[in-house]
């Protein structure tokens, strides 16, 4: 089993910032990309940002040049930094791996239980 925990939501005034990490635990032999989705009330799940094993990176058009998605591998963490936050960026992020081998040498996709961000005066 592997397991993706966020932490980092809540409550920030527009023009503020936070910051989203992400923990991967269990049976974990490696992980490839890794990423920050989100879904808004009424409306469907969307990328905000994704990045590679080797640190390559991808932004929805939105968050780009406010949002900063990084990586550490020996921890398998993936953080996001929000800045210059938005009414429109309230939603609940969820952290996902599309790829991770365990140690059984099972490909699995997993996602986060989530973590809510909500920007508002």
């Known amino acids: 089993q592997v397991q993706l925990v966020e932490s980092g939501g809540g409550l920030v005034q527009p023009g503020g910032s936070l910051r989203l990490s992400c923990a991967a635990s269990?049976?974990?032999?490696?992980?490839?990309?890794m990423g920050w989705y989100r879904q808004a009330p009424g409306k469907q799940r969307e990328l905000v940002a994704t990045i590679t094993s080797g640190d390559s990176t991808n932004y929805a058009d939105s968050v780009k040049g406010r949002f900063t998605i990084s990586r550490d591998n020996a921890k398998n963490t993936v953080t996001l930094q929000m800045n210059s936050l938005k009414p429109e960026d309230t939603a609940v992020y969820y952290c996902?791996?599309?790829?991770?081998?365990?140690?059984?040498?099972?490909?699995?996709?997993?996602w986060g239980q989530g973590t809510l961000v909500t920007v508002s005066s």
């Open positions: 996902n791996t599309n790829r991770v081998l365990t140690t059984a040498r099972v490909y699995l996709e997993v």
């Open positions: 269990g049976s974990i032999f490696s992980i490839g990309a």
